[in-house]
């Protein structure tokens, strides 16, 4: 009997029951097309062996003239600058104190030291570093004092507690994105108060890494909806997001609704980021905003979301300012610089902008215009594009040279010129399982070695992201996947992917093809299943008798296999009956790749499906068109 060779449509439709996508793929796991056909996807390992503390939600790189290269990174309990796979803590400071506003009491036998200062203003989770203290009088050291810690408890305006340390840095004692301190009890000679010189600096507050949604009255901002209605609603603000880039060699840091930051490089890993109005000879520079950029083209920092000039402090959540061109201080409209504020003039609020080559798309939460730069005496032109639009985050955006793609309510999008639905073969998969009450945690990222854009969602069950949709722009096809990442930058500045997973570390991607995040690496449980296909006319019963494969191992060791499954059914809606699996394994000889000759089957059914899957270490594959033998068997 001639064979019959297997050839499937590129990508993944979850839109049609799988016996109507005959000749197609139904499902995947870190699978992704090229060229057409399913391969593994690469690899990742640790960035280093240091972690970071809290959920990473932003991650930034940018390589001075000296080719020094940093990645910032926002989380929702610090700032830091990553350079050598080292983590430097530069969250700015809120307050710090005058010396002796600060004082300390301990209790015998326990860790716990009550901190003294009047409106304090701190939360449980903040930090504050002390200095200038002196010891209690016994095991509780001026070096244990005179350290960083985190904030306990609050007990009132006045009071709160600390637990104290042993003396080590706050990279030392976080392992795996975990505080771990090993605590102190004070003795009986612990009674002193730390002396008059103790100063307390405050970190800006942390955020919350979960969204907090609520019904009706209290939740969300007050005359958001009508009088008395009920409203299901992330509430705005409690998720700690960040937006940040580089002026320069320098850095500048947005927390979302909250205040803009900058850091001089010049001052060192060592220096924190400040206020960005606190810095000599600022006027009109914006306290607060939605987001903050740097324009690559002409030289503008742009505020999103922020302050008006002749309100400074009063958020509006449709203002748009930028500074004088190359300043980072001039934020003072006049006839002798470019400074200057626009408002829109749709929606309820700026959601975010991304950069093109050629302009700036602003979404609010209902529509999307361009800005565009056009010099003196305007600076910037501002066009409202498209209305009754929706976008999912203020992450979910993504600009690959001058076209953008984002994940709207139940919707993807792309702007190249004009603003279009992209059709998309797993829509009601990925938005039929989703926890909305998470939506601000959505990011959307570019793989450009792959053509690929990838959202990385919460599913319905997961109250952090677990899952992944991808879309391949080149092939114009879409795959689906389980992934647990918080954030995403595509390679540029470095030579692979890199990634921030909840386990408080970086990984670079597309490297090997293990899951390294143990030591140990291991493996990435991969695989593809196809659609039903009939047998023959799909009347008459049929034997599969044996399949010769069509499985490349390039790059994988010695003696690696992937599984080849054929799972038979009688009819569309009937469960599998039979079901054979080979597994082909890579010869030894290279370069040349040689494979296993053929598999020797016995299924019996009307149609049947294709999977190959892999879960040990060290296997990549590429499966190409391989062949089935069948035999006609009759009508029952």
Known sequence: MPLTKLQFRPGINKEATSYSNEGGWFDCDKVR???????????????????????????????????????????????????????????????????????????????????????????????????????????ITAAILNQEYEIASVVDTSNYTILAREVATLSQITVDGTYTPTQVNANSSDTGNGGGSTVGAYQISGGLDTGVGGNGWGAGTWGRLSWGSGASLTIEGVLRLWTHDNFGEDLLINVRNDGIYYWDRTSGLTSRAVKLDSLAGSSKAPTIATQVLVSDRDRHIIAFGCDPEDNIGTQDPLVIRFSSQESLTDWESLITNTAGELRLGSGSEIVCAVETRQQILVFTDVSIYTMQFIGPPFTFSINLISENIS?????????????????????????????????CSVKDFVFSDFNKGQAQKVFASSNG??????????????????????????QRIWYVGSLARTAWMDRGVGEYPIAASTDGYLYNHEIGNDDGSTSPVTAINAHIESSQMDIGDGNQFS????IIPDLTFRDSIDNSTATLTLKTRNAPGGNYLNTESSSVVKSATVPVEQFTEDARVRLRGRSFALRVESSTVGVTWRLGSPRVDIRPDGRR
């Open 391 to 423: 976008i999912r985050s203020p992450m979910s955006t993504i600009a690959i040279e001058d076209t953008v793609f984002w994940m709207g309510i139940n919707e993807f999008y792309i702007f190249s010129g004009s603003v279009q639905k992209i059709p």
């Open 33 to 139: 097309f090229r060229t057409g056909y399913p391969e593994k996807i690469g690899g990742w390992i640790k960035k280093g062996g240091n972690s970071f503390l809290g959920s990473a939600r932003a991650l930034h790189a940018w390589q001075t003239l000296a080719l020094d290269q940093f990645i910032g990174i926002g989380t929702h309990r610090k700032y830091y600058i990553e350079q050598g796979e080292a983590y430097s803590d530069i969250t700015p400071i809120r307050l710090t104190t005058s010396a002796g506003d600060v004082t300390f009491s301990a209790t015998n036998g326990s860790s716990t030291i009550t901190v003294t200062e009047a409106n304090h203003g701190a939360f449980v989770g903040d930090f504050v570093t002390f200095s200038g203290a002196v010891s209690l009088g016994g095991n």
């Open 543 to 546: 034997f599969i008798t044996r």
């Open 449 to 474: 070695g792959y053509s690929e854009v990838w959202w990385f969602y919460p599913s319905s069950s997961s109250n952090e992201i677990d899952r992944y949709v991808i879309y391949n722009y080149e």
